[in-house]
Each structure stands twice: as structure tokens, then as C-alpha cells.
């Protein structure tokens, strides 16, 4: 499975953005997927997750309520709604897809437990 963001941008506090990741493969859809961003000089951190079917989310804390993640699996997508945005929240958001996660209900947070990636894509909040 080959992975790749979309919609980034240049935002203002307070605006929305609306991020898409494209699967290559139909296969995606049998597994969790989710978003994880990077600031400069930070580590890479999650944002949120979803199960195969879409049926469950997890969200970090940090965009809990402002964020919205959702599975399209007959376009082998997945999005990421980003509403009231703050400056806080300029990053390079990354798709990925935890392939043990098999037609699971189980959503992980680290980093480590996904294996594709895409190659990100650049959010930018300006206050």
C-alpha cells in the first residue's frame, strides 16, 4: 500500500482545513488508519485514528473536538477535518496504516506501531 496527503495549506487562526490521503490499493481498507503531524524540531506525534470500517476514532487530546477524521473505503481514502486551527497547530501531517491492525477495532497511538507512511504535507497557521 503506497500512501499520499493532500490539501495542505496556508491557513489563518481560526480557519479550516481539509486534509485527503489516497491508497493505492483496495487492501487499505482493511485496516486502521491514521494521522500523525511533526513540527520543526519536534517529534513526531499522533493526532488521531480510525478503524477499517470507520467505526471508532481516537484523537489526541490537543485536537479533541476541533478534529475530524473519516474512512471513504470505496475510494480508498481517508480524511482529516481541521477546524478552529491556532498556530499551535503548523506541522507536517502524515498518513499511515497499521497493517496489524487487520479488519481490527484496536487503534495504537506511537508511531512505531505503523508501517506505510505517506510523504506528508505541509499545514501552516498563521496567527
Known amino acids: 500500500v503506497q500512501l499520499v496527503e493532500s490539501g495542505g495549506g496556508l491557513v489563518q487562526a481560526g480557519g479550516s482545513l481539509r486534509l485527503s490521503c489516497a491508497a493505492s490499493?483496495?487492501?487499505?481498507?482493511?485496516?486502521?488508519m491514521a494521522w500523525f503531524r511533526q513540527a520543526p524540531g519536534k517529534e513526531r506525534e499522533f493526532v488521531g485514528a480510525t478503524t477499517w470500517n470507520g467505526g471508532k476514532t481516537y484523537y489526541a487530546d490537543s485536537v479533541k473536538g476541533r478534529f475530524t477524521i473519516s474512512k471513504e473505503n470505496a475510494k480508498n481514502a481517508v480524511y482529516l477535518q481541521m477546524n478552529n486551527l491556532n498556530p499551535e497547530d503548523t506541522a507536517v501531517y502524515y498518513c499511515?496504516?497499521?497493517?496489524?491492525?487487520?479488519?481490527?477495532?484496536?487503534?495504537?497511538?506511537?508511531?512505531?506501531?505503523?508501517?506505510?507512511w505517506g510523504p506528508g504535507t505541509q499545514v501552516t497557521v498563521s496567527s
Open positions: 499511515a496504516s497499521d497493517r496489524r491492525a487487520f479488519y481490527s477495532d484496536s487503534i495504537r497511538a506511537r508511531r512505531s506501531d505503523y508501517d506505510v
Open positions: 490499493e483496495r487492501t487499505f481498507s482493511r485496516y486502521v
